[in-house]
């Protein structure tokens, strides 16, 4: 099985900080990377699909870079609404991985 | 709009079989595959296994002996099955389209006597 090492687990930032996220895969996974923001008692939501494709209806601060077995995640500029936990997922080939998470604060 | 939701017991006891239904609105189920996806507090997020939109199945390993997944796609339905509960179990339970892009609401399952 491909494992997803995600870090940060802990993140505490100021609005307006630029605030980067890190998966590495066990092995190469290619561009089939997404990455997910999910509030407390919610359902995750997409934010970018195949490592740095942005969702449509996410805000451009988002971005997402990587291929191979290094990924990240970028918030350019944080937004107070932006305090999340952010997860990464490989679909390279089954059985998928999820990261553990990146408990995101604002300091 | 593309919809999904989980329906679902809340408890079941330890040994049991779980049973939840996804039902999808907006889009094809045999046009798109169906997900499942847990997350517990032990493990996190993990990757059940899919039901594709040809109707076969690819299952996680860590669940094959005990799940099953199935659909009725005159009631835009897709089913969960898993027998022999564990306490580990306990978790949130979400049915999820194709490429991991939309997720229903999820079920919270609770395994305990």
């Known amino acids: 099985d491909i494992q997803m090492t995600q870090s940060p687990s802990f993140l505490s930032a100021s609005v307006g900080d630029r605030v980067t996220i890190n998966c590495k895969a066990s092995?190469?996974?290619?561009?089939?990377l997404n990455w997910y923001q999910q509030e407390l008692g919610e359902a995750p939501t997409l934010l970018i699909y195949n490592a740095n494709s942005v969702q449509t209806g996410i805000p451009s601060r988002f971005s997402g870079s990587g291929s191979g077995t290094d990924f990240t995640l970028t918030i350019s500029s944080l937004q107070p609404e932006d305090v999340a936990t952010y997860f990464c997922?490989?679909?390279?080939?089954?059985?998928?991985?999820f990261g553990a998470g990146t408990k995101l604060e604002l300091k | 709009q593309v919809q999904l939701k989980e329906t679902g017991p809340g408890l079941v006891q330890p040994t049991q079989t779980l049973s939840i239904t996804c039902t999808v609105s907006?889009?094809?189920?045999?046009?798109?595959?169906i997900q499942w996806v847990r997350q517990s507090p032990g493990k996190g997020l993990e990757w059940m296994g899919f039901i594709r939109s040809g109707g076969s199945t690819e299952y996680n390993s860590e669940f094959k002996s005990r799940l099953s997944i199935s659909r009725d796609t005159s009631k835009n339905q897709v089913f969960l099955k898993m027998n022999s509960l564990k306490t580990e179990d306990t978790g949130v339970y979400y049915c999820?389209?194709?490429?991991?892009?939309?997720w229903g609401q999820g079920v919270m399952v609770t395994v305990s006597s």
């Open positions: 907006g889009f094809s189920l045999t046009s798109h595959y």
């Open positions: 997922l490989h679909h390279n080939s089954w059985p998928y991985t």
């Open positions: 999820v389209r194709t490429s991991f892009d939309y």
């Open positions: 092995q190469n996974i290619n561009r089939y």
